[in-house]
């Protein structure tokens, strides 16, 4: 049941006008990245607005109604010397939005604001029409979802480093989930950057994984996203059409969101066949509430799934009745209290 709203709730909309608003603080920061601004406060002494301005070739009055609405959202951290604002990092934003970070989220960033925002202006059309908005927002039809999603190799590197990102973020959680360590051969579907093989192999040595992705992905993860790991291999292929390697365990992590179901039933048979007797499948996904009632985040994730690919996001119990058509059994859920969760199902 809703929560009662008091009088002066009524009388002046603050949560609604917060919500209208969050677009405008979504792009603040973004455009923050793009200017290099956290970059720079990240290697400097505290800095004026007009001195920002100067090194990023900005407009001083751009630049400080800028730097002070980071402020207002506890970003950055101004103090006044002898009459003059002066600009500094906060641990955040050095953490995640300066790029040399280790945990930067820049990439994710970048992908956010120049893919994702022109496909949920389209957000309406979506809901109308029950279909992804690629066509509208990149002149790509709508069932080539990854022909959209790759359209050029630039796009293609900012998707993997949106994926790249999110297991720096989420990747631990994940495959701690459950426990791992008996399953020594492990494939990782669309496994992209290999940054999730990376956290699977930190947590279990002893486990050998192949990343399996398409050629133009591979290609692209070696050359700018691999790092020396000898447990690690990449593999390209089609996964709905070529052969797969047999493995003890076949991680998915945010695939089968991107499809409807019986496409996701198809490839979910063809892991069982690959899978070798006593092996499982780990699906890593943004899960609902069984209700649909939330978590927001998902179901924010569920409404990116409309207007761009062809899948959704789902409650457990869908995800169980996926997996028990496509062979496997006795499907377990582990909630991590963070953006994505894991199911463990066995062959």
Same mark, same amino acid.
């Given at each position: 049941?809703?929560?009662?709203?008091?009088?002066?709730?009524?009388?002046?909309?603050?949560?609604?006008?917060?919500?209208?608003?969050?677009? $405008?603080?979504?792009?603040?920061?973004?455009?923050?990245?793009?200017?290099?601004?956290?970059?720079? &406060?990240?290697?400097?002494?505290?800095? =004026?607005?007009?001195? *920002?301005?100067?090194?990023?070739?900005?407009?001083?009055?751009?630049? @400080?109604?800028?730097?002070?609405?980071?402020?207002? %959202?506890?970003?950055?951290?101004?103090?006044?010397?002898?009459?003059?604002?002066?600009?500094?990092?906060?641990?955040?934003?050095?953490?995640?939005?300066?790029?040399? !970070?280790?945990? !930067?989220?820049?990439?994710?960033?970048?992908?956010?604001?120049?893919?994702?925002?022109?496909?949920?202006?389209?957000?309406?059309?979506?809901?109308?029409?029950?279909?992804?908005?690629?066509?509208?927002?990149?002149?790509?039809?709508?069932?080539?979802?990854?022909?959209? *999603?790759?359209?050029?190799?630039?796009?293609?590197?900012? +998707?993997?480093?949106?994926?790249?990102? !999110?297991? *720096?973020?989420?990747?631990?959680?994940?495959?701690?989930? +459950?426990?791992?360590?008996?399953?020594?051969?492990? /494939?990782?579907?669309?496994?992209?950057?290999?940054?999730?093989? $990376?956290?699977? #192999?930190?947590?279990?040595?002893?486990?050998?994984?192949?990343?399996?992705?398409?050629? !133009?992905?591979?290609?692209?993860?070696?050359?700018?996203?691999?790092?020396?790991?000898?447990?690690?291999?990449?593999?390209?292929?089609?996964?709905?059409?070529?052969?797969?390697?047999?493995?003890?365990?076949?991680?998915?992590?945010? /695939?089968?969101?991107?499809?409807? @179901? @019986?496409? #996701?039933?198809?490839?979910?048979?063809?892991?069982?066949?690959? #899978?070798?007797?006593?092996?499982? %499948? &780990?699906?890593?996904?943004?899960?609902?509430? @069984? =209700?649909?009632?939330?978590? /927001?985040?998902?179901?924010?994730?569920?409404?990116?799934?409309?207007?761009?690919?062809?899948? $959704?996001?789902?409650?457990?119990?869908?995800?169980?009745?996926?997996?028990?058509?496509?062979?496997?059994?006795?499907?377990? /859920?582990?909630?991590?209290?963070? #953006?994505?969760?894991?199911?463990?199902?066995?062959?």
């Amino acid at each position: 049941m809703a929560e009662q709203l008091s009088q002066s709730e009524l009388d002046y909309p603050f949560k609604l006008l917060e919500y209208f608003n969050g677009f $405008r603080i979504s792009k603040i920061i973004f455009s923050a990245c793009e200017l290099g601004v956290f970059d720079l &406060l990240l290697t400097s002494d505290p800095l =004026s607005a007009a001195q *920002i301005a100067a090194r990023l070739e900005l407009s001083a009055d751009g630049a @400080e109604r800028l730097l002070d609405a980071l402020v207002g %959202v506890e970003i950055l951290e101004v103090e006044t010397t002898q009459g003059t604002a002066l600009y500094s990092s906060t641990d955040v934003s050095n953490l995640y939005l300066a790029k040399d !970070s280790p945990k !930067s989220l820049q990439a994710m960033i970048q992908y956010q604001s120049q893919t994702i925002y022109p496909l949920w202006h389209h957000m309406a059309q979506a809901v109308r029409e029950g279909k992804n908005q690629n066509e509208k927002a990149f002149g790509i039809p709508a069932e080539q979802i990854f022909e959209a *999603i790759y359209r050029s190799e630039d796009e293609m590197l900012k +998707f993997m480093g949106l994926m790249n990102s !999110s297991w *720096i973020l989420d990747g631990h959680d994940v495959v701690t989930a +459950f426990d791992l360590a008996p399953f020594q051969t492990v /494939v990782d579907l669309g496994g992209c950057t290999g940054a999730l093989a $990376r956290e699977l #192999c930190r947590q279990y040595p002893s486990s050998a994984v192949t990343v399996f992705d398409l050629p !133009s992905v591979t290609d692209a993860a070696q050359k700018h996203f691999a790092q020396d790991d000898d447990n690690i291999t990449f593999q390209s292929g089609d996964f709905f059409t070529d052969d797969l390697p047999p493995a003890d365990l076949f991680v998915l992590a945010r /695939v089968v969101h991107d499809w409807p @179901e @019986e496409k #996701c039933v198809a490839l979910l048979r063809r892991v069982h066949a690959a #899978c070798k007797p006593g092996g499982a %499948v &780990l699906l890593v996904e943004a899960l609902l509430f @069984e =209700s649909r009632r939330g978590p /927001v985040t998902a179901q924010c994730f569920s409404l990116n799934m409309l207007v761009q690919t062809q899948g $959704r996001e789902r409650p457990p119990s869908e995800y169980a009745a996926i997996l028990d058509r496509g062979g496997f059994h006795g499907a377990q /859920v582990r909630r991590t209290g963070k #953006c994505y969760d894991a199911i463990l199902a066995l062959r």
